[in-house]
């Protein structure tokens, strides 16, 4: 696919804009428009504008809110997205293998790469639906992020998250949750952490969700229902062992439940807790949450 025109929006917090456009006219010779982010609009307003001027490809320069709000904004049109990751989690683009910390590899992997359609999910809280491209969630996962010192992930990156998680363990308690999959009945759970995603790699290469993949039409869900230190070394052992190293060893092809980790799949489900939590989207902590549901949108989103 021939890129005509070329849209680029870029978070001016997170690169130099001089050095992003060098790197940019370097490497495309097709006409190209620019869009900078602010505070408030974080790309979906600019991408936007870019589908209206015409543009084939945008590239979302930024961490992963630029992306997901260029990705809402594109989703079900024909323009298709780039990605010059240049935040701290940069989650869609560890899942879909694009360099990082190298922005003219990246913007190589956006001229040359052949277009691929992937599905995106879709979150309603409290009436209003915003998309996710990997993960939502709550407890441990959504904890962390509430627990990570600023400062410290500025200076350590995804290393920061390890320092949070003994405060996360801390601060997460198990509790009664209602789970209603595709049209099924109700199903009454325990547990402290749930995650459901569209992929499921996250920092430092863990797969909290071994059986997601991008473009099979259905979302992948994580509950972590462990209680004391028994439990807690189960749910390691199943993360490591069953769903990491024998899976890579091809000792497994599904992902491997247990006692206190269920892996379940569905296209759309509804989830009450019986108190609010704290809740993430894609990396980011939106507050706290006692009802959502979540649905697929399969084939939605055209990546390169």
Known sequence: MTISKLGVIW?????????????????????????ETSVDDPGRGMAAQAVEAGCDV???VGGDGTVRAVAEALAGTETALGI????????????????????PAALKRVRDGDPRKIDIGWVDLDGTEHVFVVMVGFGIDAQMLVETDDDLKDKAGWLAYVEAMGRALAGTEMTDITVTLDDGDAQELRGHTMLIGNCGMVQGGIRLLPDAVLDDGLLDMLLVSADGPLQWLDTVRTFVWENGIRRILGGVDEAVSSESTRHISAEKATIELSSPLAFEID?????????????????ALIVR
């Open 283 to 299: 990396g980011e902590e939106v507050g706290e949450v006692s009802k959502f549901s979540v649905r697929v949108q399969p084939a």
């Open 58 to 60: 945008v590239v979302a």
């Open 84 to 103: 010059v990751p240049q935040g701290t989690g940069n989650l869609l683009a560890r899942n879909l293998e694009i360099p990082l910390n190298n922005i």
């Open 11 to 35: 978070n001016p917090s997170k690169i130099d804009e001089g050095k992003l456009r060098t790197a940019v006219s370097d490497i495309f010779t097709s006409d190209v428009e620019w869009w």
